[in-house]
Every structure is written in structure tokens, then in C-alpha cells.
């Protein structure tokens, strides 16, 4: 919607003594001069449409704090301001307010109102006096002579301002225009808008027109110095392309004597280090004395070719703006606050001491939750270059410390050779996989990485094939990992491990609207109002065809369901769809997944425990039966070592508390126990399954079964207590998506649920144990 009526004149006496206030940022208007405004807040629109409603006109008045908060009236607010009158206004699609506003006349608050969104004033519109005097023509002069050295030393602006400055007659209207025009602040502007003597005005805007034209003549003085040296270059570049001309005539020149200058003129360009200046003029020297046709010729000007391409000196500028660098991140990833607050933390290190190192930061996380996006997140928050690298099944040496030039095809390793596609000294580089790097007769990698990733160390970083120490101090470094079990101590030493756990169901909810279902609307051809996607069926997308910690699984379901409605608008079976549960099985089929709690049965002997996997939370099943026998134990589900001697820690600790649990002491000796963990074909092993593995016997020599939607973890020893366990986010996770009411946890755990939102375990009960007894009681039917 567009208002475009015809502007009238307007008497400023006639103006409201009160008027409805816009405040301003980074800009200031002058009576009778004309400013294109831009309104997003909600409050400002209302008070736009409302001045449009009724005689267009409001009151501006600069603000201190910054657009998007709201200001405080008697604190950061002028008391000096200019009534205004909108000249026109448009709508944009996205309920902005472009508007053209003109002032009318300097007025001075006397209160402020309240009662409305918006901001209303009692003002006292202050009269422009009128002078006409030997004193203020000569200022008027004086400003318009300057005023005019200033716009044919500004190319921006256009030289008919020039003619109307000179037209203006009146003193005050002068200042204002000048003052409006030339580049000042806006804490400048203000003094001029508050000053109401005419001649103090006058003599202020000629002391903001000298400072400015000191300015312009200085940068065009440096303008020209520099167009002189580079006219004297020129020069010199045309003589010697003369001279080249003329040799080639003579037949003097030789290819390989241009080549050696070439390098030579590199190298000094460059401003190489001492060291690696020096190993450059020696290899230069040697290639100077072979024979352009020889073998070692290739590898001397291909190693001079790294050697002078390689960002020596060349770095990009930190975006230091906290604010601006938070908007970017989460603008690209929804959640991971912990990550991103170590982001924010560097950057305001980095404003506060600009030569600090930069981090050495270890995201470790199952798969699809955003590390290795997270780090190209960074590098554009930072306003770095970013640089990926795979070290997954990396097993030589050289690929990080490169070959060294006595081998045929040498080339330096994947960090220099990142350096030069960077072409900048501190690019942020992601290490990716760096748990699954391995060795072998070649070398070990994580060795090499133990300089790479040291910033003690890799000031100096040395490369086998340019043999010449290079600064990675100001690289940023960001590796990835799914588990930290297999990546070297001394290695993981040297990173701060940052951990990107999975995310809960309403993340994921959050995450596909905002991010997954866009982006695969965008990959398929579609249009928003051709397909869009209900949270009931979103939500049963990620319960009923994933079971993963991260997103890559809901992104490919996603897609799938795109596919099918692009297949169905292309054959115009179609024209848009509304995709809701109902519709789900039409395209990904079947449930694949249900709540595997809710289809076992509630008898003796089974028990319901949690479990940690590299992919995040699992539920794990404990089945406990007995048979005639003589006291013996089995344990099958492929279960490892440390998981077999909680089970027979279970049994003593029940033997030895028989009479306290209600069990027959006579019950061993006559009969057989049988542990079963189902999934016999993935290896289990761990201490957390103890208390699990207690409940279910407890469960099955006292014929009581558990109670119904409990779940449960704990490491258990046979003095009775219960030991804290690990993973207790990605657990409890697990137990959420499957519909577990309540939990038992060690008691030393209860401070692991700060990491979980609360509004993921609000349905859920937790009980926190410390003796093996206490979770017999609270799990045991009685």
C-alpha cells in the first residue's frame, strides 16, 4: 500500500502543540529540509498510520541508544527536535514504512505522555528569528565560499547544491542546509539543531565547514601524491616493456632470464620472513645456473612458485561487531549455545587484546548436529576465509607435514596447501573426523597434529617440503569428532572439547521449520504456497521414520516427501499440498519406528534401562529368567566385559541382601539364572546397566514386576551405592522420545539436567538414589 497524496503548505503556527514522537538514529532533520526515512519497529508503524490518518505531521527526535531498543525517554531522548511533515509513504511487503518527511519547525519538549505504543510529547515550537545585519552577511558569505570548495572536492555530491546555497537568503535556513549536507555526526547535528541564535549557529556550521574542507584538501593532497608515484611507475613499466621490445629485436632475451626476474620481483614483493627470503634467493640462485630443459628446473620453479604464492603477510579483518557476529550464527543454526558462546567469548578477547591467540576448539557430537556447518558459521561471523579438511582415514604422515622435495611429485602438506587457496594467514580451518585418523608403516598423523594444534608450537609450523617455518599462530583451528575414545590423549590435550549433544523432538521441530523444510523446498523447485508441512506431521516424521540424535535422517524424509509433491505439480495431478500425518505413510510408508517401551509386556524379570551410543540415547532392555540348576549365571547379547561383571555384582550384592530383599536364600541352589540383553547383534559393554541388571533379578526372584514407563541408569558396586554414570542428556533424550514417565538416576547426576531444557523433561518424574536399596523400592510393585 502506497500514500502518495500532494504535499501542501503547511503554517508552522498551526502546528500541535502536541505531537506523536519518531525517534531517530544516525540521522538528524533541519526545517524545511527534506530526509527519506525507513520504520520497521511495530510501535513506529502505528504511529505513522495514525499521523496518516489525521494532519501527517510528528516530531523527531534523536535517539542515544541503538534501533532495535526501545529508548528511555527522560534519559536518551533529546529535548530538542524538528516537527516534521510526511510528504509521502509506502508499505513493503515485509510491514516496513518507507516514508519522505520535510521539516517544519525546531521545537523544545516540555513532557512526555503515556497511553499509547508509541511515544507522545507537550512541545514548545521554537520561532526562527530574523536578522539582517553586516555580521551575518559576512558569515553567510564565508559559509557559502567554503560550502562551495567542499562539493567540487566531493564527487558524491552534485554541483547544482552549490547554486542552491547561494540562493538562500535566509541565515538560519542556510545553516541548516549546509549542516544537513556536509559529513558531520549526528551529535554535531544536534548542537546545530539546538542552537536558536542564528549568528552562534552560523559560526558553528563555519566551524564544522573548515574541519571538513581540512579534511578533503588533505585526502586530495595525498590523492595526488599517490597518482604521481603511480604516473612515475607507469612510466618506468613503459620504458622497460620498450627495452624488452627492443632486446627481443636484437634477439638478447631468453625465456629463462624473464622467468628469474619474475621470481625476483615476487620474492621482493612479498616481503618474505628472514628465513624463508634467504631459502628463496638461494633456490633462486640455482635456478638461475640450470638449463630450462633439466629435470631439477621444474621442481626448483615449482618450489619457488609455493614459496612466493603462500599469504605471508596478507590477512583478513576480524569482524569485531559481538552483536552482528551472534545474528550471523544464529541466523545458520538453531540451539548449540555453548558453542556459540565460545565464539562470542573469542571475539570479545580479540577486541579487547587484538594479538591473542586464536582457540584450538574440539566439537565432539553424534552425527548431523551441525559441527562441521557450524564451522563455516564461524568463519563468516568472523569474516574469515574457511578452509575444510577431511582427516578421515587419513594415515600418512605427509599429508600433514607434506613430502619432501627429494621425491618425485613432492608437494607440501594439506595445511600449506590450504594456506594458499585461503590466501590469507588467519583463515578458520576445519579439521573434520579427526577421531577416525589412523597410522600405519606411513607415519602417524595425530603426531604430526601435535604441532599443528599446540599454539606453544606452531609459530613455527615446518613443513618437510618447503623446509622453512610458517606462522599458524593466527589460523583458527575447529575439529570435529563423533567420540573422543579413540583420538590420543596428548592430542586431545590440546583442544578445548566443546560438546554438541543431540538435539530434543521440539528442537528438531524448530530446526526443520525454520531451516530443513525451506532449504528442501529451495532444492526442489518449490514454491512456498506449493507445499508446506503441519508440526503434527512434522513431529511425526522425526518419532515414526528417524531414531538419530542429529538431522541428516529428517532432512533425507524431508526430502523424500518434497520429491513427491514436485513429481505430483510437474504431471498436474496437483497444484499445492498441506502435508499432515494422515498424508505421511503416502509417501515414506510404513512406520518404521514405534515406542518399543509401550509393546513390552509388564511381568517379572524385565527391566527397562538407558543407553549411550556414538549416535546418541537408546532404551536397553534387560530380560531375566531362572530354570532348575545349581547356582549357575549365563549372559548373553553380546555383551563386553565391563557389562558381565555388573551383572554378577548384581547377583552377590543380592545374595548378600536376600533377607532384606525378600528372596529365598535357598533359591540358588537349586536353580539356574539366564540374563538376556535383546539387539544380540550389537556389542554392548559399560557400567551404567547395573542398577538395570539388579531390578530385573530383584524383579524376578520376588515375582513382582516393575513399574510401568520406568527407565533407569547407574553403575552399581557390592557395598549397595550407586555410582554416577555419563551420556545422562543423550539418556534421558532417548527415554523422552520413547515415552518414559519416570527415571531413575544416580544421585550425583542431578546436575547433568541443567544442559536439558526444561521444557523437554517437564512430563517426567526423576528419582535420585544413592543406595542400591532405594532403587529396589522405587522400582519394585509392592
Excluded at 286 to 310: F, G, I, N
Excluded at 621 to 640: R, S
Excluded at 712 to 739: C, D, N, S
Aim: hydrophobic content about 40%.
Amino acid at each position: 500500500m502506497t500514500e502518495d497524496k500532494e504535499s501542501k503548505e503547511i503554517n508552522t503556527e498551526k502546528i500541535p502543540e502536541t505531537l506523536p514522537i519518531l525517534p531517530l538514529y544516525d540521522a538528524a532533520l533541519f526545517p524545511k529540509m527534506v530526509l527519506p526515512l525507513v520504520v520497521m519497529q511495530s510501535e513506529s508503524i502505528q504511529l505513522i498510520d495514525e499521523a496518516m490518518a489525521n494532519d501527517r505531521i510528528i516530531g523527531l527526535l534523536i535517539s542515544k541508544k541503538q534501533e532495535n531498543i526501545r529508548p528511555d525517554p527522560e534519559g536518551d531522548l533529546a529535548k530538542m527536535g524538528t516537527s516534521a511533515l510526511i510528504l509521502k509513504m509506502a508499505k513493503t511487503e515485509d510491514n516496513r514504512a518507507q516514508l519522505l518527511v520535510q521539516g517544519l519547525s525546531r521545537f523544545k519538549v516540555k513532557s512526555f505522555e503515556n497511553g499509547k505504543a508509541y511515544l507522545r510529547a507537550t512541545v514548545q515550537h521554537m520561532k526562527e528569528e530574523e536578522i539582517k545585519d553586516n555580521e551575518s552577511e559576512a558569515l553567510m558569505s564565508n559559509v557559502v565560499k567554503q560550502f562551495n570548495r567542499i562539493v567540487e572536492l566531493s564527487p558524491g555530491l552534485p554541483q547544482e547544491i552549490s547554486a542552491m546555497a547561494g540562493s538562500i537568503k535566509e541565515p538560519g535556513t542556510l545553516a541548516d542546509m549546509v549542516a544537513s549536507t556536509i559529513n558531520s555526526s549526528t551529535d554535531e547535528k544536534q548542537t546545530i539543531l539546538e542552537l536558536t541564535d542564528v549568528k552562534k549557529r552560523l559560526k558553528k556550521v563555519t566551524q564544522m565547514v573548515n574541519h571538513q574542507l581540512d579534511i578533503l584538501e588533505l585526502g586530495n593532497k595525498i590523492q595526488t601524491q599517490v597518482k604521481g608515484d603511480m604516473d612515475k611507475r607507469q612510466k618506468e613499466y613503459y620504458l622497460r616493456q620498450q627495452l624488452k621490445a627492443i632486446k627481443e629485436e636484437l634477439g638478447d632475451t631468453d625465456d629463462s632470464s624473464v622467468e628469474i626476474d619474475e621470481y625476483r620481483a615476487k620474492i621482493k614483493e612479498k616481503n618474505l620472513p628472514e628465513e624463508a627470503s634467504k631459502e628463496a634467493e638461494r633456490e633462486l640462485g640455482r635456478l638461475s645456473r640450470m638449463h630450462p630443459s633439466s629435470a631439477e628446473y621444474t621442481v626448483s620453479s615449482t618450489y619457488l612458485d609455493w614459496l612466493t604464492e603462500l599469504p605471508w603477510n596478507e590477512k583478513t579483518t576480524d569482524n569485531l561487531d559481538i552483536k552482528k557476529a551472534r545474528k550471523v550464527l544464529d541466523e545458520d543454526h538453531f540451539g548449540l549455545e555453548k558453542a556459540k558462546r565460545r565464539i562470542i567469548e573469542y571475539l570479545a578477547v580479540r577486541k579487547l587484546k587484538p594479538d591473542s591467540k586464536g582457540p584450538i576448539l574440539c566439537f565432539v557430537g553424534p552425527p548431523g548436529t551441525g559441527k562441521t556447518s557450524l564451522g563455516a558459521s564461524i568463519a563468516r561471523a568472523l569474516g574469515r576465509n574457511f578452509h575444510r579438511i577431511s582427516l578421515g582415514g587419513v594415515r600418512d604422515e605427509a599429508e600433514i607435514r607434506g613430502h619432501r622435495r627429494t621425491y618425485v611429485g613432492a608437494l607440501p602438506g594439506r595445511i600449506i596447501q590450504g594456506l594458499r587457496r585461503t590466501q590469507s594467514n588467519n583463515p578458520v580451518f576445519m579439521l573434520d573426523e579427526i577421531d577416525k585418523v589412523g597410522s600405519d608403516f606411513r607415519g602417524d598423523p595425530s603426531s604430526a597434529l601435535l604441532e599443528v594444534l599446540d599454539p606453544e608450537q606452531n609459530f613455527s609450523f615446518s613443513d618437510h617440503y618447503l623446509d622453512v617455518p610458517f606462522d599458524l599462530s593466527k589460523v583458527m583451528f575447529i575439529t570435529t569428532a563423533n567420540v573422543l575414545d579413540t583420538i590420543p590423549s596428548a592430542l586431545r590435550d590440546r583442544m578445548e572439547v566443546i560438546q554438541l549433544l543431540g538435539y530434543t523432538e521440539d528442537e528438531k521441530v524448530k530446526i526443520a521449520n525454520r531451516y530443513l523444510i525451506p532449504r528442501q523446498r529451495r532444492g526442489h523447485g518449490l514454491k512456498a504456497d506449493q507445499i508446506s508441512f503441519t508440526r503434527g506431521a512434522v513431529k511425526h516424521i522425526i518419532s515414526g521414520y528417524t531414531r538419530e540424535a542429529g538431522l541428516r535422517n529428517l532432512e533425507r524424509e524431508i526430502a523424500t516427501v518434497c520429491r513427491g509433491i514436485a513429481a505430483g505439480i510437474a504431471e498436474e495431478e496437483i497444484e499445492k499440498a498441506v502435508i499432515k500425518m494422515v498424508n505421511i505413510p503416502k509417501y515414506l510408508g510404513p512406520v518404521r519406528f514405534t515406542a518399543e517401551a509401550k509393546s513390552r509386556m509388564v511381568v517379572p524379570g524385565i527391566a527397562m534401562g538407558l543407553a549411550w551410543t556414538p549416535v546418541g540415547g537408546d532404551l536397553l532392555f534387560i530380560e531375566a529368567t531362572a530354570m532348575k540348576g545349581k547356582n549357575g549365571l549365563t549372559l548373553t547379547g553380546q555383551l563386553g566385559d565391563v557389562m558381565k561383571e555388573s551383572a554378577t555384582a548384581a547377583l552377590s550384592f543380592i545374595r548378600s541382601n536376600a533377607a532384606a530383599l525378600d528372596v529365598d536364600e535357598t533359591f540358588f541352589e537349586s536353580h539356574d539364572i539366564h540374563i538376556h540383553v535383546p539387539a544380540g547383534a550389537i556389542p554392548k559393554d559399560g557400567p551404567s546397566a547395573g542398577v538395570t541388571m539388579l531390578s530385573a533379578l530383584v524383579s524376578l526372584l520376588t515375582n513382582k514386576p516393575l513399574h510401568k514407563d520406568l527407565a533407569m541408569t547407574g553403575e552399581i558396586t557390592l557395598r549397595g551405592q550407586v555410582l554416577p554414570v555419563g551420556g545422562v542428556k543423550e539418556k534421558v533424550l532417548a527415554a523422552t522420545r520413547a515415552g518414559i514417565k519416570t527415571i531413575i538416576l544416580p544421585k550425583w547426576n542431578e546436575k547433568d539436567l541443567d544442559d536439558i531444557p526444561k521444557k523437554t523433561i517437564k512430563h517426567i518424574e526423576f528419582h535420585f538414589v544413592e543406595k542400591m536399596l532405594d532403587v529396589i523400592k522405587l522400582a519394585i510393585t509392592q
